[in-house]
């Protein structure tokens, strides 16, 4: 049997894991994509950041300043985006341990790596992790700037939810909050969307405020 005889699919497993790999990176470190309709009809490609760089963006935005310096009155801490880049940030250091650039450097280092049919599933897991961390920050991402509103939910009549954070302790919040995508009950699941937000308004009695539910008298009073 010469080598031409070997079943091509190995081979085959490898291009496919690596191009699931390469996707994959790009979808939390590569430049993003927008088409934008202008005023003429035409349609207009822009690039947006990365989603690894939208989120460090926002961590410094919400942390104050971005490089240590200490502010008189800190900000609270946004837990989500900390726990985000420590578990990114961490896992990408497991993999690429050699390669001390941070995570883009470290990812675009193993986009490089001479992997063999052997590394399939490695690249496979490291793909899935990957995807994960993209969906998680589009989440954190469209929920910035949600903020909760004080009154009980129309439809469940709940005000409280009882969360279990990552320190293993028991916080409440109001069960409504408001974000980019509109508002949710975190008790019974309800969703108004952001054009529906008007109708959750006249449930809750708020004057509407700049098209946003907003209003002074529905924000918790702390
Ligand atoms: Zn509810």
């Known amino acids: 049997m010469t080598e031409y005889d070997a079943p091509a699919l190995p ?5 496919a ?3 699931a790999f390469d996707d994959a990176a790009h979808a939390l470190i590569g430049p993003r994509f927008q088409v934008r309709i202008a005023p003429d009809g035409r349609r207009i490609v822009m690039t947006a950041p990365s989603v690894y760089d939208e989120m460090t963006a926002e961590m410094a935005g919400r942390q104050g300043t971005a490089f240590g310096g200490v502010a008189r009155s ?3 801490l946004w837990v989500d985006g900390v726990d985000f880049f420590r578990e990114v940030d961490g896992e990408v250091a497991a993999w690429a341990p050699g390669e001390l ?3 883009p450097a470290r990812l675009n280092y193993l986009l490089g790596w001479a992997w063999t049919p052997l590394d399939v599933v ?3 897991t490291y793909s899935a992790y990957l995807m994960r961390w993209v969906s998680l920050a589009s989440e954190l991402i469209e929920g910035r700037g949600a903020f909760p509103l ?3 939910c129309p439809k469940c009549q709940a005000s409280e939810v009882v969360h279990v954070d990552n320190a293993g302790e028991h916080v409440r919040k109001p069960a409504l909050e408001v974000s980019m995508r509109g508002a949710e009950c975190h008790v019974c ?4 969307e952001p054009r529906n937000l008007t109708l959750l308004a006249a449930a809750l009695r708020c004057a509407p405020l700049a098209g946003v539910v907003s209003s002074p008298s529905c924000l918790p009073s702390s």
């Open 150 to 152: 004080a009154a009980p």
């Open 189 to 192: 699941g309800e969703v108004w």
């Open 11 to 15: 081979q085959e497993r490898l291009d």
């Open 17 to 19: 894991a690596l191009r």
């Open 74 to 76: 800190l900000p609270p």
């Open 101 to 103: 650039g941070g995570t």
């Open 122 to 124: 490695q690249l496979d």
